[in-house]
């Protein structure tokens, strides 16, 4: 009974050190006799036991790694603490294992030295802009080396640049300068827009009151041509129905009448209006003052 006990127990120890179950996501190096032998790969596998040796686990998800903050100096001078993140992904677990004693420290390390050497090559004031050629610069550096490690670095990204508190107050200063000076432009802008459009409405104000004065010229002359052809047109009419009317039976004595009366209103108009009252000293000289109108009238005539 002992017997098979302990034989039980020795299957048991050869099925769990035999029968090994990887998750999804990972990789198992398996060493046969402290020589490399295998790869596990997600599911169900088998070892020798006592001869196969589980030596390496490793994850294949992306990792994040955190790389520590260091001071970098520019090209100018200028002290510069950075802090970094970097993403990682184990692509081969052999190299991974045996490529270097911790590559995660190899990274780590690498990294910082890249980044060190692509800030020095900058001045301050570029390395705030090109945030993204220090993190493609460091990823293709890191992954060149990163290759023999078995890591695939996908990508390094700047959390934080942080200069010294000196350079932080003169960058403030110099950001409220410019600020001021765009300030005043653009109010200088705005004036000189506001001159130029109150110029251009003065002028076009201008030049739209002497349209208006010509055209109110313009109407005043063709309504006064219109009123004087008007009254032409009147008179001519008048002097042709005259005409007309004196070619009619007793024409010429209704006329003869009418200029008697006309000189006899004269006559009295100047009465009216001076104390003297002049009277022809020969009464002839009206009736000879009306022949002479009606001779006219008949040389009109003929």
Known sequence: MEIALILLVIAAVFVVRSIKVVPQQHAWVVERLGKYHATLTPGLNFLVPFVDRLAYQHSLKEIALDVPSQVCITKDNTQLTVDGILYFQVTDPMRASYGASNYVIAITQLAQTTLRSVIGRMELDKTFEERNS????????????????????????????????EILRSMQAQITAEREKRALIAASEGRRQEQINIATGERESAIAKSEGEKQADINKAQGEAAAITSVADATADAIRKIASAIQQPGGEQAVQLKVA??????????????????????????????????????????
């Open 261 to 302: 009366e006309r000189a006899v209103d004269a006559f009295a108009q100047l009465a009216q209006k001076n104390n003297t009252l002049i009277v022809p000293s020969n009464l002839g000289e009206v009736s000879a003052l009306i022949g002479s109108a009606m001779a006219l009238i008949k040389a009109h005539k003929t």
């Open 134 to 165: 220090i993190n493609s610069a460091v990823v293709q550096a890191l992954d060149e080396a990163a290759l023999n490690w078995g890591v695939k670095v996908l990508r390094y990204e700047i959390k934080d640049l942080t200069p010294p508190a």
